[in-house]
């Protein structure tokens, strides 16, 4: 599976969230975006550099080999290097898979995507008619007004891809209604396609129940027929019994989201879905309460939060917001509320301890306050080339899978069942080590560490339920056929704190 994006950044690590939502990071470091995730966490792949790009990747290939002498001194044009770079990048796609599905990112229309839609187009012209399939998601809008779905933004878009030389096999539909049988056949008509190719894409409750919907559609018979394939019938089962654990659940969580980002929804895609399975695997209805860290104050804080069942800090870089987010630490804290915090959730929760139990007053980031007199939380010492003048932010952070021990006798133990664990990261600051001895003292325990950096991992306070903040993203390696570990654990804390709040 591949994900081509048109826009010149060479990846998506250093787009603000509330342009691009999040970035998703690979085992291997690489920043993408946020459609990854969900290739991910519906299918049993694990990607890799290779099924991401941008235009600004492909541009900077190209120009390295021109500066590198490889096209012997040819005009460098859009038509054959640019295009020529696009393709071999699908065909360097894993030589052992059946099918690769490339999605291009965008419009068709936009100036940036077009070489994409020209390498395409070329790729249709050079391999077997039955090797090759196109697939076009468009719009069906519903005009209130007039009481009825329009179809011309599909037929015009079709008609934008036949210009550049591409017929679509099969026309998948957005539509908030159902899709009548004769709006099905004035698109087959006017987009040149079988009615059974106009596929109808309703909107749903839930985005696991799109599996079902398009089997129901026929959908996957039609591909499978089209490339001629032979397979099995496929697995739907466990798609069916997921759609029914969100259809039938026993209790309604309230989880407070605390962050910055919290206006955009697709900032923190991966933590809401992660949360959505930990509620699959105990049969609840997660209810998220999204709460902007700028809005919390003494006074508020109350407000906020003293009807919720667990409270997360998702990761954020920057210092907008960061006082919210420790109050809100502290109030999970001594109102004995499940904490989980995540990356700078961690740091967040360092921060405030710090603070207010092991009575470090000015305790902070240094990414916050440079002159702190208690540091607890600093930069690791090879960022500080990074960060320095000239050094390059994009693609230099702690990337990547990091192994893990754990402690015994902890709740991450007891939550993945194992002592050694494999997690993505993506962050620059760091527990300062100077600061273990004081903080265990006070009552914090280090229960995972990276014993080949000496980097402390995870963190629990000994006097709480469950209070548990790790450096680490494990919301990218949660799945609706399997939770993650700790937020299935997070989650089942929370229902027992959630039935406890009611008996009292």
């Known amino acids: 599976?591949?994900?081509?994006?048109?826009?010149?950044?060479?990846?998506?690590?250093?787009?603000?969230?509330?342009?691009?939502?999040?970035?998703?990071?690979?085992?291997?470091?690489?920043?993408?975006?946020?459609?990854?995730?969900?290739?991910?966490?519906?299918?049993?792949?694990?990607?890799?550099?290779?099924?991401?790009?941008?235009?600004?990747?492909?541009?900077?290939?190209?120009?390295?080999?021109?500066?590198?002498?490889?096209?012997?001194?040819?005009?460098?044009?859009?038509?054959?290097?640019?295009?020529?770079?696009?393709?071999?990048?699908?065909r360097d796609a894993n030589p052992d898979v059946d099918i690769v599905i490339t999605e291009i990112g965008g419009t068709v229309g936009d100036i940036e995507g077009l070489p994409f839609l020209e390498a395409l187009r070329q790729l249709a012209s050079e391999l077997p008619r039955e090797d090759i399939l196109f697939i076009h998601v468009t719009l069906v809008p519903y005009l209130?007004?007039?009481?009825?779905?329009?179809?011309?933004?599909?037929?015009?878009?079709?008609?934008?891809?036949?210009?550049?030389?591409?017929?679509?096999?099969?026309?998948?539909?957005?539509?908030?209604?159902?899709?009548?049988?004769?709006?099905?056949?004035?698109?087959?008509?006017?987009?040149?396609?079988?009615?059974?190719?106009?596929?109808?894409?309703?909107?749903?409750?839930?985005?696991?129940?799109?599996?079902?919907?398009?089997?129901?559609?026929?959908?996957?018979?039609f591909i499978v027929d089209r490339l001629q394939l032979t397979t099995s019938a496929p697995l739907i089962k466990q798609w069916q019994n997921i759609v029914w654990r969100?259809?039938?659940?026993?209790?309604?969580?309230?989880?407070?989201?605390?962050g910055k980002y919290i206006s955009l929804n697709d900032a923190y895609k991966s933590v809401f879905e992660a949360l959505t399975h930990a509620g699959i695997t105990h049969g609840v209805c997660i209810q998220v309460k999204k709460i902007d860290s700028e809005t919390i104050t003494q006074d508020t804080i109350a407000l906020h939060l003293e009807?919720?069942?667990?409270?997360?800090?998702?990761?954020?870089?920057?210092?907008?917001?960061?006082?919210?987010?420790?109050?809100?630490?502290?109030?999970?804290?001594?109102?004995?509320?499940?904490?989980?915090?995540?990356?700078?959730?961690?740091?967040?929760?360092?921060?405030?301890?710090?603070?207010?139990?092991?009575?470090?007053?000015?305790?902070?980031?240094?990414?916050?306050?440079?002159?702190?007199?208690?540091?607890?939380?600093?930069?690791?010492?090879?960022?500080?080339?990074?960060?320095g003048k000239g050094g390059s932010k994009g693609g230099s952070m702690r990337l990547g899978a990091y192994t893990c021990r754990l402690e015994q006798k902890s709740l991450a133990i007891q939550a993945y069942g194992k002592g050694i664990i494999q997690e993505r990261h993506r962050h620059r600051y760091e527990l300062n080590n100077q600061y273990r001895t004081i903080l265990e003292e006070k009552g914090m325990r280090m229960t995972g560490i990276n014993h080949e950096r000496n980097l402390v991992e995870i963190i629990e306070l000994c006097n709480h339920p469950w209070f548990v903040a790790v450096q680490f993203h494990p919301e990218f390696q949660s799945k609706p056929t399997q939770a993650h570990p700790l937020f299935a654990a997070f989650v089942e804390a929370s229902l027992a704190y959630h039935k406890a709040r009611i008996v009292n």
């Not at 969100?246 to 605390?258: G, P």
Request: proline share 5%; hydrophobic share 35%; aromatic share 6%.
């Open 1 to 90: 599976m591949q994900k081509f994006d048109p826009y010149l950044n060479v990846d998506p690590g250093t787009l603000n969230p509330f342009q691009h939502g999040e970035v998703y990071v690979l085992d291997d470091g690489t920043e993408t975006d946020l459609y990854l995730g969900h290739y991910e966490r519906f299918t049993h792949c694990q990607l890799s550099k290779v099924n991401s790009l941008t235009s600004g990747k492909i541009y900077e290939r190209v120009l390295k080999k021109e500066r590198h002498g490889d096209y012997l001194g040819e005009t460098v044009q859009l038509i054959p290097h640019v295009t020529d770079e696009i393709k071999q990048h699908i």
């Open 144 to 221: 209130k007004a007039a009481g009825e779905l329009k179809t011309k933004p599909s037929q015009q878009s079709v008609a934008k891809l036949r210009e550049i030389g591409i017929q679509p096999d099969v026309i998948v539909c957005r539509t908030e209604y159902d899709l009548p049988k004769t709006l099905r056949q004035k698109l087959s008509l006017f987009c040149n396609v079988p009615v059974s190719a106009v596929i109808e894409a309703k909107d749903v409750a839930s985005i696991y129940e799109l599996p079902l919907r398009l089997h129901a559609e026929k959908a996957d018979q």
């Open 246 to 258: 969100l259809q039938h659940t026993t209790h309604q969580l309230s989880i407070a989201v605390v």
């Open 307 to 387: 009807n919720v069942d667990g409270i997360l800090i998702p990761g954020g870089f920057g210092a907008r917001g960061i006082e919210g987010k420790i109050l809100a630490v502290a109030y999970a804290r001594k109102h004995q509320i499940p904490y989980f915090g995540l990356c700078l959730g961690l740091q967040i929760a360092i921060i405030e301890f710090a603070r207010n139990v092991a009575d470090l007053q000015d305790a902070n980031s240094t990414e916050f306050d440079l002159q702190t007199s208690h540091p607890v939380i600093t930069m690791m010492a090879e960022q500080h080339t990074i960060k």
